[in-house]
């Protein structure tokens, strides 16, 4: 019986998921990147200098971990967070990646 129940609570959530994608086009789910990622309590926004895709991508992200790490954020949430650091081709790099290099 447990086993029936299990696979019955497995298709549900498979339906569901399902309906997701129908309605809105997407799978929300698979865009995030590290969906149990949270920020520490006390963590306030930090206004990032964006990085467009000229300049040193190097320096940009060395900014960004320093400031973040001060803060005690955790890599999954730094990470989750990155593409608010981006605009123009480098967002659209960023967007078009493989979700496992993403994660890597």
Known sequence: M????????????SLARSERITS?????????????ARLPKKFKPIDFAKFDGT??????????IGALSMWG????????????TLVGHALH???TLEMTKKRS
């Open 24 to 36: 809105i086009g997407f799978d929300i789910d698979e865009l995030c990147l590290f969906p149990n």
């Open 2 to 13: 447990a086993a029936i129940k299990a696979k019955l609570a497995q298709l549900e959530q």
């Open 55 to 64: 300049g040193d991508p190097k320096a940009h992200l060395t900014s960004y």
């Open 73 to 84: 954020v955790e890599k999954d949430a730094m990470a989750q967070m990155f593409s608010q």
């Open 93 to 95: 790099w960023f967007t």
